[in-house]
């Protein structure tokens, strides 16, 4: 495989792979990619060869430990299910070729099911992507979903953010949101200024990301979106998310200020019906392992997991 640096043109070839496909993960978002420092994105290397995209990594130097035992991590490839055992096949075959232990992350089981007992498996569920159905999220309809309505209407009693004159209201983030949306990022209270120098040195990858998915929306990227919820002047709710080319909602990020009761399924709904009516699944992605974004995740009812197998050669145990 004729492996060289990935570029940001190159996701414009992903995108068409990928809506050829059934893929409901968050791999190949050009945010995930890009945002995170794990994946090393400068040095990040792409292939294509018989329709089949190739992607791989070596991880961020804070991370290598984890991974010791192998000098590339490779994507799963993006292609139809009718090639995947090849491109497994020629995974290995480089991996041996560069003296390198193959380490494919995040295979979904799909491809497992074709793969068979081939390789070798480990699965996290602490990385495994909650899916649910658009209309669930939507409508909330059932006993499973009182809780949930129950929160919404007392924001909606509250705050009034369908009434006319109100004070609160549910809208598409705007430049002029920046500091208020970081500032609710931050969890600095209302009567701290924003300061730029201090926020740049408290930075985290989880801003990085951010900054990088609104610079996206500016550049005209129109499969992201970025949602706010504002009270008297106050952004209380911040929401970044993205439809992918295999027509998923994807929602990378989310946050909420809790003095606010029912901010959080507020926003929740109002991103669903505004942007995820027509989507296969809703993916709000891992819960790390952290119980409480666990039960959070779980009480919306997920109706399938996106499930992360790393997938090893057998012929190097």
Known sequence: ?????????????????????????????????????????????????????????????KYKEEFDTTKYIYLPPLCTLDKVKSAYAKIQKQSKADNDLMYVMATPDEYVEILG????????????????????????????????????????KLYAPDAEGSQCCFRSYKEEDYKKVMALIAGWDEQKEFDRESFDEMKNDE???????????????????????????????????????????????????IAYDGVYPFINQRVAQKHFANVRFINRQEDMGLEGLRKSKQSYYPVAFSRKNAVESKLEQ
């Open 117 to 156: 007992d081939e390789y070798l498996y480990k699965h996290n569920e602490d990385y495994d992507e909650y899916l649910y159905l658009p209309e669930n999220l939507i409508n909330l309809t059932g006993k499973k979903y009182h809780g949930k309505r129950n929160h919404i209407n007392n924001f909606i």
């Open 1 to 61: 495989m004729q492996f060289r640096q990935i570029q940001d043109d190159d996701f414009e070839i992903i995108a068409d792979m990928q809506s050829k496909t059934q893929y409901n993960g968050s791999e190949y978002s050009m945010l995930y990619l890009k945002g995170w420092e794990f994946f090393n994105y400068k040095e990040m290397q792409i292939a294509f060869e018989d329709g089949v995209i190739y992607i791989r990594f070596m991880p961020h130097d």
């Open 207 to 257: 801003f990085k990301v951010i900054e990088l998915g609104l610079d996206m929306i500016y550049k005209g990227c129109q499969r992201c979106f970025a949602d706010v919820v504002e009270y008297n002047d106050k952004i209380i709710a911040f929401c970044f998310g993205e439809i992918t080319p295999s027509n998923v909602g994807l929602v990378h990020f989310e946050k909420g200020d």
